[in-house]
């Protein structure tokens, strides 16, 4: 007897619900058909599904978006960078409180080497022909931003060799949820061909109808809701073993329209922006925000960030500001309006002379008007690099904070998380460098804001 068996997935959502009414419905409903035809189903998302630079996500800090992952009746979930990453380890700890859903995840563990309570190694799911099948599941290893918030990131591939080598004898059908990215993919399937299914993300890749690496099904789904992944696997029962596999993409504008669509995204985002409407300072006049120049905005940030990192000179683009800072009431609204990324600042350890490379580097003539995607940018164009308290002089010396500096001294350089991933500044990758979570750049603005602003107000 065959026995078919369906898969539903998501992945790189990153709080995009523009489609989402539809992609609602159509999971729902094709859920319930399956179930009716005797079949068996189950819905995953493959992290990511959160991204605080929507105004929902970040005025509920990812529970909005777990809600809407219940009401679409996901089976089971992992988590991605932004969910590991973006959030506090309270909030990461609190996320799931209310799931009705599994939360599979075999590489976190508390800085004492214990799971989280709200995550499990894997998951054995039984269909009603009474097949097993085992779900395991990894994310993208970011140990340094783990560590600074308490966590301890395992290596994800050995750790998913452990999980196969554990369940494939006590499982008939074994899938994975891989938020690790394509080249991870690929390497897992090539060394564990016991695996039936790996479903991809992280790595934004679209497979429209999968692709088999060592005789693994790999899958992926592109990013912000375009696609919805359907896997089918038809199983013989009497054989156990899995007979086809097969996977395909539905876009996700071409699915079923529901009624009042339009109005139940602009929902979520007014509820967003109602619970954001909380006074966090008030500002004695309007700060301008330029991309290609120094600014009112950029001069006051760059004394927020030098001030918290306790740092010798900064260094950042000038199109993280999407708007300026109004005069008057400024809401915590107005801050994520004007800095939405999901970016923290970074404290880097250089010497003079690196410093200096560092200052030429930053004047790449053709980064301004760049059209920057990733890296946690959640901007229009790159902008101007702006950099403060060091510069050239007229001789050619790095001066620091108004003294030629000493090249072969140590300083520290606050800047951007982005830059450190070896895109901009090569070199920053291998330097000694921390970095200052779990505040994103607009919580060091608030944090500045209360305290200047309050000095100012009482001239």
Not at 283 to 294: A, F
């Amino acid at each position: 007897m065959f026995e078919t068996i369906h898969f539903y997935h998501t992945n790189d959502v990153h709080s995009h619900f523009e489609h989402w009414p539809r992609i609602h419905k159509f999971l729902v409903t094709r859920k319930e058909w399956h179930i009716e035809a005797g079949d068996s189903c189950f819905v995953f998302d493959i992290g990511d599904y959160m991204d605080r630079s929507n105004v929902y996500s970040e005025a509920t800090l990812g529970k909005g978006n777990v809600k809407l992952l219940n009401d679409a009746k996901y089976d089971a979930v992992t988590i991605g960078n932004n969910e590991g990453i973006t959030l506090s380890n309270e909030d990461l700890n609190t996320l799931y409180n209310e799931a009705n859903f599994d939360v599979i995840l075999a590489n976190l563990r508390n800085n004492d080497g214990s799971m989280p309570t709200w995550a499990e190694l894997y998951h054995i799911y039984t269909t009603k022909a009474g097949t097993k099948v085992g779900v395991i599941a990894a994310t993208a290893p970011f140990t340094l931003f783990y560590k600074q918030l308490d966590w301890e990131v395992m290596e994800p591939i050995k750790t998913l060799q452990k999980q196969v080598v554990e369940l494939r004898d006590k499982v008939d059908v074994l899938v994975c949820m891989s938020h690790l990215g394509l080249s991870e993919d690929t390497l897992l399937a090539e060394l564990c061909p016991e695996i039936d299914v790996i479903f991809g993300s992280h790595t934004h890749h679209i497979l429209h109808e999968g692709k088999i690496v060592n005789d693994v099904l790999l899958t992926g789904g592109g990013k912000f809701g375009f696609f919805v992944g359907h896997t089918e696997i038809q199983f013989d029962t009497d054989a156990l073993k899995v007979v086809t596999k097969k996977t395909m993409l539905h876009r996700s504008i071409e699915l079923a329209p529901v009624e009042g669509e339009v109005e139940l995204v602009a929902s979520l985002e007014r509820q967003g922006h109602e619970l954001l409407d909380i006074p966090v300072f008030y500002s004695d006049r309007y700060y301008n925000k330029e991309w290609y120049h120094h600014s009112n905005i950029s001069r006051l940030f760059a004394k927020a960030l030098l001030q918290f990192a306790k740092a010798d000179c900064a260094l950042f683009n000038a199109g993280i500001f999407l708007t300026g800072l109004p005069k008057g009431r400024v809401t915590a609204n107005d801050i994520h309006s004007m800095l939405p990324h999901p970016i923290n600042a970074c404290v880097i350890e250089l010497t003079g002379e690196q410093l200096r490379e560092v200052y030429f580097d930053a004047q790449n003539g053709d980064w301004p008007r760049r059209e920057l995607k990733g890296l946690g940018f959640r901007g229009v164009v790159f902008g101007k690099m702006l950099n403060y308290r060091f510069e050239m002089d007229d001789r050619g010396q790095l001066v620091i904070e108004g003294k030629v500096a000493d090249l072969k001294k140590s300083y520290k350089l606050v800047t951007l998380d982005m830059y450190t991933f070896g895109y901009f500044f090569p070199n920053f990758k291998n330097t000694p460098k921390t970095y200052l979570l779990p505040q994103f750049l607009r919580d060091i603005l608030i944090q500045y804001g209360l305290e200047f602003f309050k000095g100012e107000n009482s001239k």
